[in-house]
């Protein structure tokens, strides 16, 4: 599991890492922009490392500075809005999850309108904004559905157990008692009993065809012949 947990940390970090120069990238080059608007950058994409361990703040944080930095400088994509999108929709409940809609809407809308951007980025911004919510549920969904083993973080792993079928009343007293660890076992035997009982009924036994042999040692009656007299 430890592996496991490094590699997530290597894709949160390079999430963030992209994230950042996506967003950072087109402030310094071809010609840097001033301070405060690459300071909004970072403050719009650096957070995301921390999505997480708090995905609202992490989303209201980098959408605030966004909101702010596109009245002066308006980069291709909002990279950091639309990660904290995703990993709201991915990792928080249902209610906290349905409950962020008109909260994105509101924030993404005015985003938009104050800045007075045309129809086509309207749809492109709107687009994008959907499908990072529709993957953050659809990769939540998948994850809640398969079985998962211990993590070890913090005990929130999702476990699955399987039940062993409990046995009908009174069939460990039947078959003799203990546990139902050796319960095919003692039902084989049981079978095999009935089996061996009901050959011994069944069984033909010779037709007496004359008289038995008689066994050494023991006495054999004779009949006496009546005694003619003269």
């Known amino acids: 599991m430890i592996a ?26 071809p010609d840097p922009k001033p301070w405060w608007i690459i300071g909004l950058g970072l403050l ?24 702010v930095m596109v009245t002066r400088e308006k980069p291709f994509l909002p990279f950091g809005p639309l990660l904290a999108v995703y990993t ?18 509101a924030a993404v809308g005015s985003s938009l309108v104050l800045p007075g951007e045309n129809d086509e980025t309207f749809r492109l911004v709107g687009t994008a904004f959907v499908a990072a919510y529709a993957l953050g549920t659809s990769a939540g969904r998948a994850a809640r559905e ?13 476990s699955t157990s399987r039940r062993r079928p409990r046995s009908a009343p009174g069939s460990r007293e039947h078959l003799g008692g203990g546990g139902g660890a050796d319960l095919p076992g003692r039902l084989d035997a049981v079978h095999a009993r009935h089996v061996h009982v ?11 065809s004359g008289p038995r042999p008689s066994r050494p040692g023991s006495r054999q009656k004779t009949a006496r012949r009546p005694s003619s007299r003269r």
Do not use: F
């Open 146 to 158: 398969l079985p998962s083993w211990p993590s070890g973080r913090g005990g929130g792993s999702r």
């Open 4 to 29: 496991a947990r490094r590699v997530g940390r290597a894709v949160d970090a390079g999430l963030a890492v992209g994230v950042v120069l996506a967003t950072v990238g087109p402030l310094l080059l």
């Open 44 to 67: 719009a994409s650096v957070p995301v490392w921390w999505r997480r361990r708090a995905p609202i703040v992490v989303a209201v944080v980098v959408g605030a500075a966004m909101s």
């Open 88 to 105: 709201i929709a991915d990792l928080s409940p249902t209610w906290k999850r349905l409950a962020a809609i008109p909260v994105i809407v």
């Open 198 to 208: 009901h050959e011994d009924h069944v069984r033909p036994r010779p037709i007496d």
